[in-house]
């Protein structure tokens, strides 16, 4: 069993002159296994000039003196970061045959954030399709000669990192190995091997053609449309799900060879029946380096096949049920999805945090490694997804077995069989922290057949309150009115009373659950003693252990009163919690390195220093100090937008108090300030830090906070303002907001103590990376948390302005028309909150301020403008979409069409489609909107409460209910969505079935759709 990461790294240091390793992932870098024993190795960064050194090693041996042996290729391990940050460098190296040949290894993975269906943001792995294949495209246009080749398989992967590799350097060549690093690279599997070099040519293109196809189609063979994809994460699911509809229309081509580029191989891969290509577009983009390649081979062949751009989102990689959705949308048929499970395979799949005292962690791959032996006749692969940023990290193993016998079925990444079939076997070893992050028992995930074992201090008796109801209700339906298939055992329990590791004791279930029942005890023990974790124990140690763990493993009988609704102590009805993701989502290579992160302490330092007299001295001797004599009183002066001090008139809370979300309405009077705004703009709001909050830290810091500090002004350095202390900490400084990189190295300068200078100086560094990012981004720690925590380091009040960030303005959406309310404005808010998974508490700085406000408070606000601008004449129609407090700028909108309709003026339709979770806590404005829509204002509503029915509803269904009402109002009228980005091509895909539906084919709504952007008739507010 070995990764193709493992595999690339031993053949790249036996067989390159030297191996240059760039700085990847910091759980499980590329190349980590590789040391100073195993050759020339060099650790590089990715920073600009990354391939400096390389070029100076290359060139050095092929122009030494001294006889450097350029017989050997030099090896580069790097992710997609490296490979954009090499591009340059590899422009720049001397032909290939006057210097040793470069592999170029590229684990595609990076970092992305993404929002969910909720809103909420989170952190992904992403291969980052458009930027490698821009990177493709640099090098093509600056005349590059060498050869990029893409994976999407491990066996793939592993053939191209070894024995293509060779063969194309043996051809004089350079060759960029690209697969995908979180899945291709790091699956275990039996079958990833070292492959001797094919017959290589003084050709390229020769030497590529005998090795390997440049494209590969899949899918039937009269199918009139063709995905094509970069060969990746992304086309292995498109293919899964193709297969697993069933569907004939559609098929996949995956692009091995990116470079040279073959128009004859594109053209003979693609089934005659073929129509029309789409072709991967980074979403986003107008076209991308792949469309060009494609469309520019059909252009210069007089083809007469269509090139149309599809548009794949790369923050995230699609899975299997989004890409069967895409392809239903394109050839019309159905989305359901059959398992893919190979005839005879098996699928065992382990939940459990990523590092545990009793290392049941580790269990799935000891178990690979048991199947992988020679005499077992069975192929095992294994794939570990990691999220380091829930729970403090845990981890999804999928382990597939299957005979290694030939088969005609189509060899389906193991992601795409996990995403489309149940498992045989599903083990949970700490339930309760993976609960309360994922839903791993669901109807989509496991079926009736699946055995389900829960590892945790549980009697079956207390499955009933323990289990999360989502899991409850998912296992009566599975169960079909008998006792289901479910199992608890208390693996730490029986491994410590008889005295081995936890991790054994769940190998022994799984043994025991994975063979036949009719199986005996002893020849179970004897199937053990074969096995690696269990030879070298003692024969009767392991049948008493065997024993104790029969005994301990229960069956738990599945009740139907589990699928009850939930109820409080009084029998009322309970809120149903929100659905949580079912797979894991994976925000790291590797086990979360920083489990015991200690939470910050605190320590009273210091005194202060400063004193008032220099403000003083400035009023009272303006002429020493070169004071203008006249000057103009301002708000802010050293901010560069025109500010104004507004008034608190109303802050109502719209959601109940017993609802988890506030969102509030705030109105505040403009009267005598100057402050004019117009439809769809944006308040800037200019939030204080919390007094009390400030008040602590300055004490602990040991600052007075009135005395008085001299800073340069922000526009004109030139000029000094004095404030007090605490005016600076509440006004001006963002101490309670997250602090970069650079924060942590200046930091580290005033350490006194050595072991919090080493710890600063590594969270800056490269090799800190996943520290800073779990503090950063999980913990989200403060620059006051940072101070506290290392209590040495203690900057001085003038150190501290110049390093910590400024306060920035927080713009929110006007929800008012200043025709209809005259003197005053309206938001509309929702307080940002927020637990650690230690527990602390966050809050977002605006918000928090906002919320806190009363009548009568002033408020410093700036005026931004926006593209929420109602259409030029008054008749046109408009629809407006928005999702939650997306609804600010569409109530807005509204006012300003019924004061137009009171002044007598004729006003054109209002749609006006709403989206929230509950209709009973977040109709907001719902009254007025009722009162507008009896009043003909708003001519329709389109409301949709994703959770108040079993079956969620979004804005998205509603527009398609209305398709032939949005296809005619959309000939002459507006579309506007404020709101999160997830719903954006849904609601697209809504209207382009609206206007397929009123005559139009799918390429011309299309085009409709960018011809409304091009005359700001389709307008997006998103965030």
């Known amino acids: 069993m070995q990764s193709v990461h493992s595999l690339i790294e031993q053949d790249a240091a036996a067989n390159s002159a030297a191996v240059f390793r760039y700085d990847s992932t910091p759980s499980a870098p590329f190349g980590a296994s590789l040391s100073s024993t195993d050759g020339a190795i060099f650790d590089m960064q990715v920073r600009p000039g990354a391939g400096a050194a390389l070029v100076g090693y290359v060139e050095s041996a092929a122009f030494s003196s001294k006889g450097t042996n350029t017989d050997k290729p030099v090896a580069v391990l790097g992710s997609t970061s490296s490979f954009l940050a090499l591009v340059p460098s590899l422009l720049a190296l001397p032909a290939a045959n006057k210097r040793s040949t470069l592999s170029l290894h590229v684990s595609a993975q990076t970092s992305s954030i993404v929002t969910d269906a909720e809103g909420d943001v989170t952190l992904t792995q992403v291969p980052d399709l458009g930027a490698l294949l821009e990177g493709a495209k640099q090098l093509k246009e600056g005349g590059w000669t060498g050869a990029v080749v893409l994976s999407e398989k491990p066996e793939e992967a592993a053939f191209v990192g070894t024995g293509l590799a060779k063969a194309v350097a043996n051809a004089g060549y350079d060759l960029v190995n690209v697969f995908d690093g979180l899945t291709a690279g790091r699956q275990l599997s039996s079958s990833v091997a070292a492959s001797p070099a094919p017959s290589s040519t003084k050709s390229l293109d020769e030497t590529l053609k005998a090795a390997l196809p440049f494209f590969t189609y899949s899918g039937s063979s009269s199918a009139s449309k063709v995905l094509v994809l970069p060969a990746s994460a992304y086309s292995a699911a498109a293919k899964a799900a193709v297969a697993a509809t069933s569907n004939s229309d559609v098929g996949v081509l995956s692009v091995r060879v990116l470079k040279p580029w073959n128009a004859e191989a594109l053209f003979a891969a693609v089934p005659k029946s073929v129509k029309s290509l789409y072709v991967f577009t980074e979403e986003g983009e107008t076209n991308g380096a792949l469309f060009e390649e494609v469309l520019s081979s059909v252009y210069e062949t007089a083809s007469s096949l269509k090139v149309r751009s599809l548009a794949v989102s790369t923050s995230t990689v699609p899975t299997v049920q989004d890409w069967a959705k895409r392809i239903a949308q394109l050839s019309g048929a159905s989305a359901s999805i059959q398992s893919l499970l190979p005839a005879q395979a098996k699928l065992a799949v382990f939940w459990d945090y990523d590092s545990t005292a009793g290392q049941t962690e580790k269990v799935p791959a000891a178990l690979a490694t048991a199947f992988s032996a020679a005499s077992t006749g069975v192929s095992a692969k294994l794939e570990v997804k990691y999220d380091n940023f829930r729970q403090g990290g845990l981890q999804q193993a999928a382990l597939l077995l299957e005979a290694k016998v030939a088969s005609s079925e189509e060899d389906h990444s193991l992601s795409s069989v996990v995403a489309t079939s149940a498992p045989s076997l599903l083990f949970l070893a700490n339930p309760a922290a993976i609960f309360k992050a994922y839903e791993p028992i669901s109807t989509s995930a496991v079926s009736s057949e699946t055995r389900i074992v829960v590892s945790a201090n549980w009697t079956p008796e207390e499955f009933a309150t323990k289990l999360p109801y989502s899991a409850r209700k998912a296992l009566v339906e599975l169960a079909q009115g008998g006792k289901g298939h479910l199992f608890v055992v208390d693996a730490d329990k029986v491994a410590s009373s008889q005295q081995v590791r936890a991790a054994d004791v769940a190998e022994i279930v799984f043994w025991t659950l994975y063979l036949p029942t009719t199986i005996s005890a002893k020849d179970l023990v004897s199937l053990l003693a074969q096995t690696p974790t269990f030879a070298n124990w003692n024969a009767s140690k392991l049948v008493e252990v065997n024993g104790a763990v029969r005994n301990a493993l229960q069956k738990v009988d599945v009740e139907a009163s589990w699928a009850d609704e939930p109820v409080d102590a009084e029998g009322n009805k309970s809120e149903i919690p929100a659905s949580l993701p079912t797979f894991l989502i994976p925000t790291a290579a590797g086990p979360n390195p920083d489990r015991a992160f200690a939470e910050p302490t605190a320590t009273i330092i210091g005194t202060p220093a400063k004193s008032w007299h220099s403000a003083a001295q400035r009023l009272l001797f303006p002429e020493a100090f070169a004071l203008e004599q006249s000057f103009e009183e301002k708000l802010r002066p050293d901010l560069p937008e025109k500010n104004f001090l507004i008034t608190v008139t109303e802050n109502r809370r ?116 996943a520290t800073f990012k779990k503090m950063s981004e999980m913990e989200t720690v403060t620059y006051a948390d940072i101070l506290r925590q290392f209590p ?16 920035k303005p927080r713009h929110y959406s006007i929800a008012s028309s200043q025709n209809f309310v005259g003197n005053s404005v309206h938001l509309l808010i929702v307080t940002v909150e927020w637990q650690t998974p230690k527990g602390s508490p966050r809050f977002g700085q605006c918000t928090r301020y906002l919320s806190g406000l009363k009548p009568g408070d002033k408020v410093m606000a700036s005026v931004k403008p926006s593209v929420m601008k109602l259409p030029p004449l008054d008749t046109q129609p408009v629809i407006m979409a928005g999702l939650g407090t997306g609804a600010a700028p569409f109530r807005a909108f509204i006012q300003e069409r019924a004061w137009q309709k009171a002044q007598g003026k004729e006003v054109g339709p209002l749609l006006y489609y709403f989206g929230s979770r509950h209709r009973g806590q977040e109709y907001l404005y719902g009254e007025e909107l009722e009162a507008y829509f009896q009043e003909g204002i708003v001519t329709h509503l389109g409301l949709a409460f994703s959770r108040d029915t079993d079956k969620k509803v979004y804005i998205q269904h509603k527009m398609n209910e209305d398709a032939e009402l949005l296809a005619k109002m959309l000939e002459h009228g507006a579309f506007y969505l404020c709101g999160p980005v997830w719903p954006v091509p849904e609601v697209t895909g809504a209207l382009i079935k609206a206007f397929t539906g009123a005559g139009k084919s799918a390429e011309e709504a299309q085009a409709y759709i960018e011809e409304l952007k091009e005359d700001e008739r389709y307008v997006l507010e998103v965030y």
Request: hydrophobic residues 35%; charged residues 25%; negative net charge.
């Open 654 to 769: 719209l959601t109940p108090n017993t609802y988890d979300r506030n969102v509030f309405h705030l109105e505040f009077s403009t009267e005598g300030t100057g402050l004019k705004y117009a439809v769809g703009e944006a308040l800037g709001i200019h939030g204080w830090n919390d007094t009390e909050e400030v008040t602590k830290f300055l004490e602990w810091y040991g600052l007075d906070p009135e005395a008085i500090v001299s800073l340069p002004s922000r526009l004109d350095p030139s000029r000094i303002e004095q404030r007090t202390v605490f005016q600076v900490f509440q006004q001006n400084l963002d101490i309670f907001g997250k602090p970069g990189k650079s924060f942590y190295e200046t930091l580290s300068k005033y350490a006194t103590n050595k072991n919090e200078e080493r710890a600063l100086r590594f969270i800056a560094c490269p090799d800190g990376h």
């Open 792 to 807: 040495s380091a203690k900057p001085t009040i003038d150190d501290l302005i110049r390093e910590i960030e400024e306060i």
